[in-house]
Structures are given as structure tokens and as C-alpha cells.
């Protein structure tokens, strides 16, 4: 599924190159429920979103469903992300003048299908994460636990092979954390692919393999 | 490419700020409608400057003898300069390019001489003498009767064509004056034709004041001789009222033996360059009007760029967002194009039906002042060229999506990677 072999990344802070990833080589296979972890500044971020195609990478190779990921156009790149790719952020990135079902629906706007098909297939993503009763509320009438959940149908609904998520607990309560895992969980075990980016232990240990990476190296892979 | 999905998207973005894209929007608003209502009122003027010259041949050309200013071939200056009948001849004969020419002998001036009258009735008139034809270069209408013909002249006949002024005054609108008799200076004339001059405004009281007498009846009832006052003609198409002034007044300097360099002998003066003065002065103003115009409008397609930048800066993360769910480089130029040109051309287009609105406020309010006949308001209906509003709304259209280029580009190099790392 995702092959990432000797990954290097460096940036600029400033005037001082950082190394945020080091030579970074990577097998995760379909189906697999990942956990990335490490401290701020380790790189886990920047291996997420070089999984994502939303970041370039200076060396390496990356191949993704056995199709190679260097050296894309900008719109070959969307359109990998479009369909391959779900993401699920630590601040939900909902767009507040849309409804939920909107915002649900927006990645097959990209795809061109019609709005009325559009909302109805969103109304069953929304319905699966259990918020069909709010699908016309505007994020900021959602809590923190429901627009996430909105975010992760709005991952979902494009039916990616690879869901990717950067802190997707980390602005919730506990409780409301345990719904969005359960809700990974669920598509894990329908096949989906999940790479989770997290510095919560209690999160890190409900998935089945926890990457840890220091300095931008990788300092453990174990599997649950 | 623009579908119904495109709009809707365009149209949410552009509501959910309403203020701003009010007030962005009022910029090209304003802009257009003082073009729209600055290019009517000057088409307004215009219109009435032209009504108010309405009458005059726009080429019509005067010439007439004044006093030499220099000395020539032993003559010395201080002579009079007189034209007479052959001075026509001459002319006719030997100059090209005259259209029309009117020997034309005169008696009195305007409202000096009450000189004219019928029965116990008497009112000033200019009374003059002149060739059949003379009603090309000063248009009339004629209702009643007829104007001068050339039996008129060859019997010398005491005949007159009076204007509608004289008309009234002497006979009383109502009645018909045809074949009465009526005294021009104790002497006899036939009154065979009524004239309504075409000026509008203080020109056309003097212009019915008018009376028309055969050139050859005048010259002798009146004692002039061969004598002529002046000449008024009207050039052939295609020659310049200038090249055929010159031309006669070298004749005539050579018949009258004048100093050629003397500017003075021969007096002229032509309507053809204060009609050009005239139609530099409108062109001017519309350069003028055009340059408020689009320096207006430039301000406010500044101001729609400006604003979709700081709009832009603002929707980072919608846009960063749009694009790590698949919105590829070319989807996020035209939701910016898009929303730019539908900003522009809706309030381009209302801005041109205000000012059109604003026009016809107008026209409603003035027009029993300016449309009176006798009016002197030099303002007629406010118009304006619909090819040229619609010319100067897509010429906006393609001048605000050159300025959403900018914002454009800005939205398409939104790092996603950025805009949407958590604060």
C-alpha cells in the first residue's frame, strides 16, 4: 500500500536548515492501523503529509497503490489526494459558510458529480457517523466532537484507500476521543488503510502498529 | 465549464460576506453610474449647443468690402471697398467650388428702423435684397407661398417673402397675406410667402424678423445701384470653406486693386471653423468625461483586488483545505475568476441601469424647460450610446479578471501544507 524508501525532507526555518525527515524507509500494507508518534519538531507531521502528497520530499521514493508519487504535476497531485487520499485534521478545517452536508459533500464537487447526487451520497456518510439529524447546521452550531465527525465523513466519502489523520483527537475530551477512534476502528476493520498521527499513548495503543520517530528518524516500529 | 455547481459555490462565497461584497461591489457601482450620467449630460449639452445652432449652414462662408490698410499701385490707404453685380459675375465665373452664392444687399439692422408697414399697422423688419437660392444656406421652411424666383429677379418684381414675425405683427397669425400689399419705405411690395426659420432659442425672433426682396427690385427701389453688401455662399462638396474664401478674396483684391498681403480690405468669416471650434470643444469634453470615467473605474477595479487579496488571506485555510480534497490549480483560479467577473458585471450592470434611471429622472424634469421652442437652456435629452455602455461594462469585465489574476495566482500557491497546519 504506502512504500517509502530512504524519505529525506529538509526545511528552512529561518535561515538554519532543519532535517525533518532522514532517511526514512516505511512499509505499511493495506489494511494496516497505524499509529505515528514522537515529540514536536520528530517529523511525524511532515511524514504524514508526504504520505498525503500534500508535501514534497528532497530524496527518496514514495509509491502509493503501487503507483510512483515523485515528481507530479500540482493537478496530478490533487487528484491523487482526491482519490486515494482522506484526510482528517486537529482542527476539523470545516468551511464555515457551508452546512455539514456541504462540507461532507465538497470532495466529489472536485470529482464533478451533481449536487443533488452529491448531498444524497453525503446524507449516508453523515448518517454512518451518526449526524444525519444536523446536516444542515453550520460548523460553528457543531461541537468539537460532531465536526470532527463531519471531517471524518467528509474523509470517508470518496471511498479513499488511505485515511490519514494528524491529531484528529487532540481538541476533544476523552469521551468524545473514544467516538472518533471508535469510528476509525470500524473503517480499519472494513479494510481501510489508517495512518494516525498522535502524542497520546492511550490513542497510540488502540491501533495495531506504533511507528516512533525521533530527529526525523525512525526510532521503533511495533506491532500490537 | 461554469455550471450551475460553479455559480452556486461563487454565490455562497460572495454571501457570506455580504457587507464587504456591498461595499466592494458600490466602487465599480459608482464607477460606472457617474460614466453612464457624466456621458449623458454631455451628450445633453451637446444636444442642446447643436439645437441652438440649428439654421446655420454648417459651411456657410461671408465676405464684404472694408477699408484698405495699406497703400498699393499708387493708391492710398483709407478706400473704401464697394462690391457690385459684376464683382458676382466675376466670382461665378472665375472661382471653383462655389455651391451656392448669395449677393445679398441690406436695409437697416435688426429692431432699428420700424420700416415696414400694412394698413395702419408698422414694425421693424431687416429688409434685404436677394437671389433665389439664398434659402440654402439660411434653411427655412416655407408654409405659405414661395420663396424668390428667378422671374422675380429678371422683372424686377416688388415682391417679399416675410418671416412669421412680420406675419403676426402686421396681419395677425390667423390671416392669409398672400398677394396683400404691404410698404417697405413708402414703396410697394406683394407679399408672396411666409418663412419659419429652423433656429431655436434668441436666433429665431431675429430670423422671423426677416423680409425677402428680389436682389434687382431692391438695387433700384432703394437706390443702390449695382452695389452688393456682402456675399454669402455655401462651398461645393468636398471643397473647404477656407480654400474658397481665399480664392474669391484674391479675386477681388485684383479687381478692386488691394495690396494682396492686405488682410483688412476684404472682411470674411465662416461658420465651417466655429462649427470645428465647436466639435473640438465636445471632443474635448467627452475626452475629458472618458478619462473621469475610467480613472473612476480603474479605482474601483483596484478596489476589487485589493478587497479578493484580503479576501483570499483570510480564506487560507478554506482554500488550503479546497485543495488537499482535491481542487486542482485550475479549479481554484476560476472560483476566484469567477467570483471576481460576477462581482464586477453585477454591479457594472446596475450601475448602467442607475445611471440610465438617473438620465431619465433627469430628462423627465427638464424637458418642459428645454424642449420650448423659444428656449434658451442649452441642454436637450440626456442619452446615452447603449453599444458604448455595454463596450465600457466588458471592457470592465476584462479589466477586473486582469486584476483577479493577481489573487488568483496568491490562492493557487497557498501551500496547503500551511494554511492548514493547526494553530
Redesign the interface.
Known amino acids: 500500500m504506502i512504500k517509502l524508501s530512504n524519505i529525506c525532507k529538509t526545511y528552512l526555518m529561518g535561515d538554519n536548515p532543519v532535517r525533518a525527515l532522514d532517511a526514512i524507509s516505511l512499509t505499511v500494507d493495506k489494511g494496516e492501523f497505524v499509529a505515528v508518534q514522537g515529540s514536536s519538531g520528530s517529523g511525524k507531521s511532515t511524514l504524514l503529509?508526504i504520505m498525503?502528497i500534500?508535501?514534497s520530499f528532497d530524496s527518496g521514493s514514495y509509491t502509493l497503490d503501487d503507483t510512483p508519487m515523485d515528481n507530479l504535476t500540482?493537478?496530478q497531485a490533487?487528484?491523487y489526494?482526491?482519490?486515494f487520499i482522506g484526510?482528517v485534521?486537529?482542527?476539523f478545517?470545516l468551511?464555515?459558510?457551508?452546512s455539514a452536508v456541504e462540507n461532507v459533500a465538497?470532495?466529489l464537487?472536485?470529482?464533478g458529480i451533481?449536487?443533488r447526487k452529491r448531498n444524497a451520497i453525503a446524507m449516508e456518510y453523515l448518517e454512518r457517523v451518526g449526524l444525519a439529524a444536523r446536516a444542515d447546521h453550520k460548523p460553528s452550531e457543531l461541537s468539537g466532537g460532531q465536526s470532527q465527525r463531519v471531517a471524518i465523513a467528509?474523509a470517508l466519502i470518496?471511498q479513499p484507500s488511505l485515511l490519514l489523520a494528524?491529531?484528529p483527537t487532540?481538541?476533544l475530551d476523552t469521551q468524545t476521543s473514544e467516538q472518533i477512534l471508535d469510528l476509525f476502528k470500524g473503517v480499519n476493520a472494513d479494510g481501510m488503510t489508517v495512518v494516525v498521527v498522535t502524542h497520546e499513548t492511550e490513542v497510540a495503543e488502540q491501533t495495531r502498529r506504533v511507528i516512533n520517530l525521533r530527529d526525523g528518524q525512525l526510532l521503533s516500529d511495533q506491532r500490537l | 465549464m461554469i455550471d450551475r455547481d460553479a455559480w452556486h459555490e461563487v454565490t455562497q462565497a460572495l454571501l457570506r460576506n455580504r457587507l464587504r461584497t456591498l461595499l466592494t461591489a458600490s466602487g465599480i457601482f459608482w464607477g460606472i453610474f457617474i460614466l453612464i450620467v457624466m456621458l449623458g449630460f454631455g451628450n445633453g449639452i451637446e444636444g442642446g449647443v447643436k439645437k441652438s445652432m440649428a439654421g446655420y449652414a454648417t459651411n456657410a462662408l461671408y465676405l464684404w468690402g472694408n477699408e484698405t490698410s495699406m497703400p498699393y499701385q499708387g493708391l492710398s490707404p483709407g478706400r473704401r471697398i464697394s462690391l457690385d453685380n459684376d464683382d458676382t459675375d466675376a466670382i461665378l465665373a472665375q472661382v471653383d467650388g462655389v455651391g451656392h452664392l448669395a449677393p445679398r444687399v441690406r436695409l437697416g439692422r435688426y429692431r432699428s428702423r420700424r420700416d415696414i408697414a400694412y394698413g395702419n399697422k408698422v414694425t421693424d423688419a431687416e429688409v434685404s435684397g436677394d437671389l433665389p437660392g439664398y434659402e440654402k444656406i439660411l434653411p427655412m421652411a416655407i408654409d405659405t407661398g414661395r420663396f424668390l424666383n428667378p422671374l422675380d429677379v429678371a422683372q424686377k418684381r416688388k415682391v417679399a417673402v416675410i418671416g412669421e414675425r412680420i406675419h403676426a405683427d402686421l396681419f395677425g397669425e390667423d390671416s392669409n397675406p398672400i398677394g396683400k400689399q404691404i410698404q417697405i419705405r413708402q414703396i410697394s411690395f406683394t407679399v408672396i410667402g411666409i418663412f419659419k426659420p429652423e433656429h431655436y432659442g434668441d436666433n429665431r425672433e431675429r430670423m422671423s424678423s426677416l423680409v425677402f426682396t428680389p436682389l434687382s427690385t431692391f438695387q433700384q427701389v432703394f437706390n443702390y445701384g449695382q452695389s452688393i453688401g456682402f456675399y454669402a455662399l455655401v462651398p461645393k462638396p468636398g471643397y473647404s470653406s477656407r480654400g474658397v474664401a481665399d480664392d474669391i478674396k484674391a479675386l477681388l483684391q485684383k479687381r478692386h486693386r488691394v495690396d494682396p498681403r492686405d488682410a483688412r480690405a476684404i472682411g470674411d468669416w465662416n461658420t465651417e471653423s466655429e462649427f470645428i471650434r465647436i466639435r473640438n470643444l465636445f471632443t474635448g469634453i467627452r475626452a475629458f468625461i472618458w478619462t473621469v470615467g475610467v480613472a473612476t473605474l480603474l479605482a474601483g477595479v483596484f478596489g476589487v483586488s485589493n478587497i479578493m487579496l484580503i479576501a483570499i488571506r483570510e480564506r487560507r485555510r478554506e482554500f488550503g483545505l479546497r485543495k488537499s480534497i482535491g481542487a486542482t490549480p485550475s479549479d481554484v483560479i476560476r472560483m476566484i475568476i469567477l467570483e471576481t467577473a460576477t462581482l464586477v458585471s453585477g454591479a457594472g450592470f446596475l450601475g448602467l441601469f442607475a445611471g440610465l434611471g438617473a438620465l431619465y429622472a433627469i430628462d423627465l424634469f427638464t424637458r418642459p424647460i428645454t424642449s420650448a421652442v423659444d428656449s434658451d437652456v442649452l441642454f436637450s435629452t440626456p442619452t446615452v450610446d447603449m453599444k458604448v455602455a455595454i463596450a465600457a461594462i466588458a471592457a470592465l469585465i476584462i479589466a477586473s479578471l486582469l486584476a483577479a489574476l493577481i489573487p488568483a495566482r496568491h490562492a493557487m500557491r497557498i501551500d496547503p501544507v500551511e494554511a492548514l497546519r493547526a494553530e
Open positions: 503529509n498525503g500534500l508535501d500540482q493537478r490533487a487528484q489526494r482526491n482519490r484526510f485534521f486537529q482542527s478545517n468551511i464555515h459558510h457551508k465538497l470532495p464537487y472536485y470529482q451533481k449536487r467528509r470518496t494528524d491529531e487532540g481538541a
